[in-house]
């Protein structure tokens, strides 16, 4: 496939392409906001980065390789045979997971995030957190329909200008590559078409809306090209791997470039490549403490799951879970041609390789059969893996770190003036170069506002309107009023989740993941009043913070100051910006 830019019509000013590599002083001139750590020093050239984005990976049911395995071992007590035998399941267990080379080339050569959260378990909220480093709430992306601003004309008008990779390309020279999924609603008629390029991109290879497999259509720099369902030419993951290498071939080698690959998998509908479709048939989703059991003391929407499960729908999930850990195969044989093809040009050791996902996923636990947009770590918690230049091999860290932290990151990479954004996030480039005595939040935001459909599903005539997402056995996995915003909370001595319901009850759901990982105990009314005070102070001022006031101390960072005042003051203000239907 041959490989194009943008035509010369659609390069706007300030593009790398206007940017003559001939003529130091007027680069030092526009690059003047991108100095910063690296500099524009005489025969070095800043840092390339890459970004690969999966679609529902999960991190905690074993859609990545966790790199602490040996660490839990040594915490067992086991000793000689008994350990070895250990480790020999340990091996055998990291054996069947599809992501081995993935885990080699990146997070062994690199850092691997144990505590990487998205601020919306939902597609399209959390990319356009991603892409402006914001919060949903600030953002006003908030589900994946073009009225909850998914790719709409207005997201297009005020948010895609000062994505980080606009100001990578406009402000700091670097030549900008997009493949795969974009937004769910990306390519609509109503917002501009497939013809519609986002600012900020040098080459634009975008699929038409939602994830796929076969039988879809890219927009090639604005111009359509559908594709059909032959797989040696159609496959979108190896599409996405062949124009990458293309990308690598072809590109500038006088500019720095950032690469953003965002694959279908291992979202439904979960096709597999033809030599990978009999891969994993003895693996199920599977059995931890939260799966298949009541969800007591919860949200009305968990409880109304029916427990157990029937037959049927563990037979689905399992061959759900069976199908996504397939199609993450091809995912890793892109990562592996992609570092090839990095190490074969020279350019691997000054380039960064960032790989998360959207947002994670569940299979049956708490007997909801699959889905996400829910607020428990299976949801909320993804892979995130990072190597490049200054970081050391095989680190793990177990830092708080967001989605929204990406943007800042790689921008820090490029030298960026980070005061000029008006980002929510924070860079943990520090935390990737071994920072000591750093000063780190302890707390992020998670917020969701559930979708459901005003009239009855008509398989489910018991079930009132307000409800979506509802499978055979009439469970349904959202609402209208699966509404929520929690503190998703870790420090040196605690481990919490405080959670709020925009419903009549303002349920509230709070978890210590110290006692209880699985989230099986709501202690809502048993904790201390006095902490649940501060949880519910601390979550109405991240509701309403914007750039830097999202960054302030938590309730268990040492600098934390708590007014209880405020509480009153500011909870009617709070309550209704976080939850208005009408954001846009």
């Known amino acids: 496939m041959l490989l194009l830019p943008l035509a010369p019509g659609r390069f706007r000013q300030g593009s790398p392409r206007h940017l003559p590599s001939c003529s130091p002083a007027l680069l ?88 990487a959260y998205v601020p919306s378990a939902l597609c399209c909220p959390s990319r356009a957190s991603i892409l402006t480093g914001k919060y949903p709430h600030n953002h006003h992306v908030v589900n994946n329909t073009l009225e909850g601003n998914c790719s709409s004309k207005s997201w297009q008008k005020i948010q895609e200008p000062n994505t980080f990779p606009a100001i990578l390309r406009s402000m700091c020279g670097y030549q900008t590559f997009f493949a795969g999924k974009y937004l769910n609603e990306y390519g609509a008629p109503d917002a501009g078409g497939l013809e519609h390029v986002p600012l900020g991109w040098s080459y634009w290879y975008a699929l038409e809306k939602n994830s796929k497999y076969y039988n879809y259509t890219l927009s090639i720099n604005g111009k359509a090209r559908k594709h059909g369902e032959n797989y040696s030419v159609d496959y979108l993951t190896d599409v996405l791997a062949n124009v990458s290498l293309d990308f690598l071939d072809y590109k500038s080698n006088f500019e720095p470039f950032f690469m953003m690959i965002a694959t279908p998998a291992p979202h439904s509908p979960w096709t597999a490549a033809p030599q990978y479709q009999k891969a994993f048939q003895n693996v199920f989703a599977p059995r931890n403490k939260n799966f298949n059991i009541h969800g007591m003391n919860k ?108 943007g800042p990151t790689i921008l820090d990479i490029a030298g960026y003036d980070l005061n000029k954004t008006q980002m929510d996030g924070m860079s943990f480039l520090p935390i990737l170069r071994g920072a000591s005595n750093l000063t780190w939040r302890s707390d992020v935001l998670v917020e969701y506002q559930g979708e459901g459909r005003n009239v009855t599903d008509p398989t489910c005539p018991s079930l009132s309107p307000g409800v979506s997402q509802c499978f055979p056995d009439c469970v349904c996995e959202d609402a209208y009023n699966n509404t929520y915003a929690c503190v998703r909370t870790m420090s040196a001595l605690w481990n919490l ?87 846009l």
Not at 87 to 102: N, V
């Open 497 to 583: 989740q405080y959670c709020e319901f925009d419903d009549q009850e303002v349920f509230v759901e709070v978890y210590n993941l110290t006692a209880d990982p699985d989230q099986i105990t709501n202690i809502a009314k048993s904790i201390d009043p006095e902490l649940l005070g501060k949880m519910n102070y601390r979550l109405m001022m991240l509701q309403s913070c914007s750039g830097p006031t999202c960054r302030t101390p938590g309730v268990f960072d040492p600098r934390y100051r708590f007014d209880p005042r405020l509480m009153f003051s500011n909870r009617g203000s709070v309550r209704t910006r976080r939850f208005s239907k009408h954001l």
């Open 28 to 115: 030092l001139l526009v690059l003047g906001g991108c100095l910063g750590v690296f500099g524009v020093a005489a025969g070095t050239r800043r840092p390339n980065v890459v970004l690969l984005l999966t679609d529902d990976q999960d991190e905690v049911l074993g859609g990545m390789p966790f790199s602490e395995y040996s660490t839990t071992n040594c915490q067992t007590g086991l000793q000689g045979e008994e350990l070895r035998q250990e480790h020999l399941r340990t091996y055998l267990e990291l054996s069947r997971t599809p992501l081995k080379k993935t885990k080699a080339l990146i997070g062994e050569m690199g850092m691997t995030f144990s505590s």
């Open 299 to 406: 949200h009305w929407l968990i409880r109304q799951a029916k427990t157990p499960m029937t037959n049927s729908s563990i037979q689905f999930l399992d061959n759900a879970f069976r199908k996504r850990w397939q199609t993450l195969l091809s995912v890793d044989d892109l990562v592996e041609k992609l570092v090839k093809r990095l190490e074969f040009t020279g350019e691997l050791n000054n380039t960064y390789i960032f790989y998360t996902s959207d947002n994670g996923y569940h299979t049956g636990q708490f007997s909801l059969p699959i889905d996400k947009r829910q607020l428990y770590e299976f949801d909320i918690k993804v892979p995130l893996l990072v190597r490049g230049p200054g970081i050391k091999p095989n680190q793990t860290s177990k830092m708080l770190v967001a989605n929204i932290d990406l």
